[in-house]
């Protein structure tokens, strides 16, 4: 048995320590800052955390300085180069969310490998037909993860798909958690921990701004999934400027991003964007609820001084199932707490109305998908926060030009329904002509 084969295509391109935002301020603005080729940002201020993992699924909590986090980056990353990855070779990252997952990524970045990173949620045959599309050298993974209190082994997981596969990789790099170890056996697989200790760290290789940093199949659930092939330059320019612009984030804040790494905000606002804008982030291995209850967000925002937050709808719907008047967020202090953003699905009106009352904060509903990799339509809260309402994500983000169009093709009326059309590479003031697409799904016009 073989998967079937996938198009790839495209498209148009707590900080360390607790101070006044006076003095935090003055810090950066002490501290240049500069942006290797590998698109990692290298901050002078070396204390500074670039990432906090919290796993209440472990019981375990780490904080990694931007120099922590190098020093690890270009140790895997010189790994890699030893296995014989190079420039443009493709990496399969199959992992569970922690630290090891956002390594491996900037690591491959860091060489100018192309990183494909596949939601450990995912079963052998999903997992194959990612492995053949992409052609992957090595594919790196871990011993098991955990779904709230169950161990799930990947390894087994992982040896099925590479059975499955038609183009077998040459390596994989294991990740033994202790929990549970899985078999490797000589030749193919390897251990982290043993490889890594043994490279030298690699430093940056060039890479154009049109060369792919990485490839990210959608889920499939609407059509064949699609491998989105993401390019250097104008992911990280969108990117960094977005922080500022929508999240009103800025150098030596925390930002938490409650997505998988496997998935499109993942890739966007937990691994790539918070770190280009020299801000710290959050890397949670656990659940809204369950982990050990609804209160798990409001004791990360409090514990880590989050300044906003992204997530689900569904998320907040499960934490307003669970405690509908919200009692244990007032056993937090969250006066750090700035920003809720929602997207990735519909936001219904209650939950947006039940989540700014609670936290008397903007809730900022915004759309985009992984074809984007940034928001097309958001309210902007860097350099003026709009009125909000239930239903809409505002306005288009600078560089798309959205409409709605009826039947007949015509622009929709204030509240019709119509189809979601996007002009891409271009601001609407151009009005120069490039070429359409369209979405399948039919919304109200705001």
């Known amino acids: 048995m073989t998967a079937p084969s996938l198009t790839s295509i495209a498209p148009p391109g707590r900080a360390a320590a607790r101070v006044s935002a006076t003095a935090q301020h003055s810090l950066h603005q002490a501290h240049a800052l500069r942006q290797d080729s590998a698109g990692i940002v290298v901050r002078a201020l070396t204390p500074q955390a670039a990432l906090i993992y919290d796993s209440p699924v472990t019981g375990t909590q780490r904080t990694y300085t931007y120099r922590e986090l190098l020093d690890e980056v270009a140790r895997f990353a010189g790994m890699l180069r030893d296995l014989g990855v190079d420039k443009g070779d493709r990496v399969i990252v199959y992992m569970p969310m922690i630290p090891q997952a956002l390594i491996a990524m ?44 169950r161990v799930i082994e990947y390894k087994p997981i992982l040896d099925q798909a590479i059975n499955l ?41 060039p890479v154009a701004a049109t060369d792919p940093l990485y490839i990210l199949y959608t889920s499939g659930t609407t059509a064949r999934p699609k491998g989105v092939v ?33 998935w499109a905000v993942g890739h966007s606002y937990t691994v790539y964007a918070p770190l280009l804008a020299g801000c710290t982030t959050v890397l949670y291995e656990g659940k809204p609820v369950g982990t050990p209850d609804a209160g798990a967000f409001w004791r990360v925002i409090a514990e880590h001084w989050v300044k906003a937050l992204f997530t689900a709808p569904t998320a907040f719907r499960a934490v307003k199932k669970e405690d509908p008047d919200g009692k244990l967020a007032r056993q937090y202090n969250l006066s750090g707490f700035r920003y809720l953003f929602l997207a990735g699905e519909r936001l219904d009106p209650e939950t947006y109305r039940w989540a700014g009352d609670l936290l008397g904060v903007p809730v900022i509903d915004h ?12 309210d902007l809260m860097g350099p003026e926060a709009l009125p909000t309402k239930p239903g809409s994500p505002t306005m288009p983000v600078p560089g798309y030009d959205v409409r709605i169009l009826g039947p007949d093709e015509s622009e929709a009326k204030p509240g019709e329904t119509g189809e979601i059309v996007v002009r891409t590479g271009r601001t609407r003031k151009c009005r120069r002509p490039s070429r359409t697409r369209r979405s399948s799904t039919r919304y109200a016009r705001c």
């Open 165 to 205: 596969a038609r183009r077998k990789p040459e390596h994989s790099v294991i990740l033994q958690r202790p929990q549970a170890l899985a078999a490797l056996p000589p030749g193919r697989d390897l251990d982290w921990a043993q490889a890594a200790a043994g490279a030298e760290p690699a430093g940056c290789v």
């Open 230 to 262: 993401r390019d250097n330059g104008g992911h990280a320019v969108a990117l960094w400027w977005s922080m500022e612009a929508i999240d009103d984030i800025h150098p030596g804040e925390v930002f938490w991003a409650a997505s998988d790494v496997g």
């Open 106 to 149: 900037l690591a491959c970045a860091r060489i100018g490998a192309v990183h494909s990173v596949v939601f450990g949620g995912f079963a052998a045959p999903e997992l194959a037909t990612r492995i053949d599309d992409a052609d992957a050298k090595v594919v790196v993974s871990a011993s098991y993860g955990i779904e709230v209190s």
């Open 367 to 378: 759309w985009w998908q992984t074809e984007t990799g940034w928001p097309m339509a958001a």
